[in-house]
Nanobody
Framework: QVQVVESGGGSVQPGGSLRLSCVVSGFPFDTYAMNWYRQAPGAERELVAGMTSGGSTNYADSVKGRFTISRDNAKNTVYLQMNSLKPEDTAVYYC??????????????WGQGTQVTVSS
């Protein structure tokens, strides 16, 4: 049974930090690219950060220098360290696992999301 479970969200003041975690099970974590997305009220879901199975990373311009994605394959976990948080970072944050396959449709699994609220 596939499970993708985020945790670590909460409320924080501007300038504060949070670390999100995403624990997965039911598929070979180390062969999947892992991504963090977010969706603010009334907005489309957007990619925040991603890490390939090989360790390459990419970030949205809005979070570069503030957020860091990392993964621990031994723990089947991907993290998102968020520093210098701003009110515009307020959103539901989702974890997405992707395995690209040239011979078939990509395998994609989403978590249920965790709320991050940045407010004074």
């Amino acid at each position: 049974q596939v499970q993708v479970v985020e945790s670590g969200g909460g409320s924080v003041q501007p300038g504060g930090s949070l670390r999100l975690s995403c624990v997965v099970s039911g598929f070979p974590f180390d062969t999947y690219a892992m991504n963090w997305y977010r969706q603010a009220p009334g907005a489309e879901r957007e990619l925040v950060a991603g890490m390939t199975s090989g360790g390459s990373t990419n970030y949205a311009d809005s979070v570069k220098g503030r957020f860091t994605i990392s993964r621990d394959n031994a723990k089947n976990t991907v993290y998102l360290q968020m520093n210098s948080l701003k009110p515009e970072d307020t959103a539901v944050y989702y974890c997405k696992a992707v395995r690209t396959r040239s011979w078939a449709k990509d395998l994609v699994y989403w978590g249920q999301g965790t709320q991050v609220t940045v407010s004074s």
